[in-house]
């Protein structure tokens, strides 16, 4: 707490003046970011809405604000309270993603199967952060099975880590080394949020405990037709 104060205060006394009537706001984004990256989770910046557009010059944009700004978003990617200050200082519009496959990994489903999945989770006991992005997906973050001692039991994302794929698979995507998501909090450009439903706080759960659950919820909701899921 006493680290999440001084950067409040940072933010505050830097930002006063160039945004005052949304400096309560920026305080509160600001301890979500840093608790997230205090709970371990690597951040680097992303783009974000600019009007309904992306503010990525690319012209149509497959993931408006949803992608990182730099193809080097892996080497980016930190845990350092002081760069994501400075990264905020830069740009405070900015949305944040998280590099998957080092300190934990998410499993991505539709709303729907999220919203099942979690009410089940609930009464087995498992608990772990999740979010939800706008209406449509729910992300489950775990514990990472990314960098496993047999290297044989490795996988990436990459596919996942591609924005212009994201519309290809609908189903249940699992994001590990390789891959990122984006981090609440984030704005999208149809003007829905990424929000958390269960903070970073919570200690991450087995992934394959998770993914029984989430593979059964979508099955139930029909999420998961001709392989719609893949890990990479």
Same mark, same amino acid.
């Given at each position: 707490?006493?680290?999440?104060?001084?950067?409040?205060?940072?933010?505050?006394?830097?930002?006063?003046?160039?945004?005052?009537?949304?400096?309560?706001?920026?305080?509160?984004?600001?301890?979500?970011?840093?608790?997230?990256?205090?709970?371990?989770?690597?951040?680097?910046?992303?783009?974000?809405?600019?009007?309904?557009?992306?503010?990525?010059?690319?012209?149509?944009?497959?993931?408006?604000?949803?992608?990182?700004?730099?193809?080097?978003?892996?080497?980016?990617?930190?845990?350092?309270?002081?760069?994501?200050?400075?990264?905020? %200082?830069?740009?405070?519009?900015?949305?944040?993603?998280?590099?998957?496959?080092?300190?934990?990994?998410?499993?991505?489903?539709?709303? *729907?199967?999220?919203? #099942?999945? #979690?009410?089940?989770?609930? *009464?087995?006991?498992?608990?772990?952060?999740?979010?939800?992005?706008?209406?449509?997906?729910?992300?489950?973050?775990? &514990?990472?099975?990314?960098?496993?001692?047999?290297?044989?039991?490795?996988?990436?994302? %990459?596919?996942?880590?591609?924005?212009?794929?994201?519309?290809?698979?609908?189903?249940?995507?699992?994001?590990?080394?390789?891959?990122?998501? #984006? #981090?609440?909090?984030? &704005?999208?450009?149809?003007?829905?949020?990424?929000?958390?439903?269960?903070?970073?706080?919570?200690?991450?759960?087995?992934?394959?405990?998770?993914?029984?659950?989430?593979?059964? &919820?979508?099955? *139930?909701?029909?999420?998961?037709?001709?392989?719609?899921?893949?890990?990479?």
């Amino acid at each position: 707490m006493e680290a999440s104060g001084r950067w409040t205060d940072w933010w505050r006394r830097d930002r006063r003046q160039e945004r005052p009537a949304t400096g309560g706001e920026a305080a509160v984004r600001l301890d979500q970011l840093l608790g997230a990256v205090r709970a371990g989770f690597p951040v680097a910046p992303a783009a974000h809405p600019a009007g309904y557009r992306c503010s990525c010059d690319r012209v149509g944009c497959p993931a408006p604000a949803q992608h990182p700004l730099s193809f080097a978003w892996q080497s980016q990617a930190t845990c350092d309270p002081e760069q994501l200050a400075r990264w905020l %200082a830069r740009d405070p519009r900015a949305n944040f993603i998280t590099a998957t496959g080092r300190a934990h990994d998410v499993l991505d489903v539709p709303a *729907e199967a999220g919203r #099942l999945a #979690l009410e089940r989770l609930d *009464e087995r006991g498992v608990g772990g952060p999740v979010a939800a992005v706008g209406e449509d997906r729910y992300l489950f973050f775990t &514990a990472t099975r990314g960098t496993p001692a047999d290297e044989d039991e490795w996988w990436t994302s %990459a596919l996942d880590s591609t924005p212009d794929t994201m519309s290809e698979h609908p189903g249940l995507r699992w994001h590990c080394r390789g891959s990122y998501t #984006l #981090l609440p909090p984030a &704005a999208l450009a149809d003007g829905s949020e990424v929000r958390w439903l269960r903070g970073p706080e919570q200690p991450l759960p087995d992934p394959l405990r998770v993914l029984d659950v989430l593979t059964d &919820a979508c099955t *139930e909701v029909g999420a998961v037709a001709e392989e719609q899921w893949l890990i990479g």
